[in-house]
């Protein structure tokens, strides 16, 4: 029973391994004994063994005879043709890029222009109210100024009252004091 079981295991993975030959053949993977067990869940050994192992060179085979084909039918790109695609295709990294910096920069200008045509009419408002601003406190100075002024005039008069006050109050005490002695 154990030795049925075995052999049924290894029957269904050999099948495995020939169903995932079929497929990569069909989807035009490229074949390898790697690629096989990966696919197949399968250790390598066993892609390697008798009657696997054949199967799959066959297909190998098969698959470069194919290329071949391909290449001669013009179907297959040579080294040579996907080298100027390379160049070609660098080539126009570079135009773009090139293109791309210009148009970059040609934003940051127009954007630049913007900011600084808002910012001088901004600035612009901002001067003509520091102007009006500047004129109310240069009248409010002016009339703080005339009220210094008028009430230091006021001081120095009542100055010259209370010094003429306290000359008359003296000359009178000492009137008085001769009076009374």
């Known amino acids: ?67 071949k084909r391909q290449r001669k039918e013009g179907a297959v790109a040579s080294a040579a043709s996907l080298a100027t695609d390379l160049e070609f295709a660098r080539a126009q990294v570079r135009t773009l890029t090139e293109e791309r910096d210009r148009l970059r920069a040609a934003v940051q200008r127009s954007l630049g222009e913007r900011v600084d045509a808002v910012s001088a009419k901004d600035l612009l408002a901002r001067v003509q109210e520091l102007s009006i601003a500047n004129q109310r406190l240069a009248a409010e100075l002016a009339r703080a100024e005339a009220d210094r002024d008028s009430l230091q005039d006021d001081l120095a008069e009542a100055q010259d009252d209370l010094a003429a006050a306290r000359t008359a109050l003296r000359n009178m005490m000492r009137d008085q004091n001769r009076d009374s002695t």
């Open 1 to 67: 029973m154990l030795l049925e079981s075995r052999q049924k295991a290894s029957r269904e993975k050999r099948a495995r391994v020939l169903a995932v030959v079929d497929q990569m053949k069909a989807d035009g993977d490229p074949i390898t004994f790697l690629a096989v067990a990966r696919r197949a869940g399968v250790s390598n050994w066993l892609v390697y063994a008798e009657g696997v192992r054949e199967h799959i060179e066959a297909a190998r085979a098969g698959q470069a005879v194919g290329v």
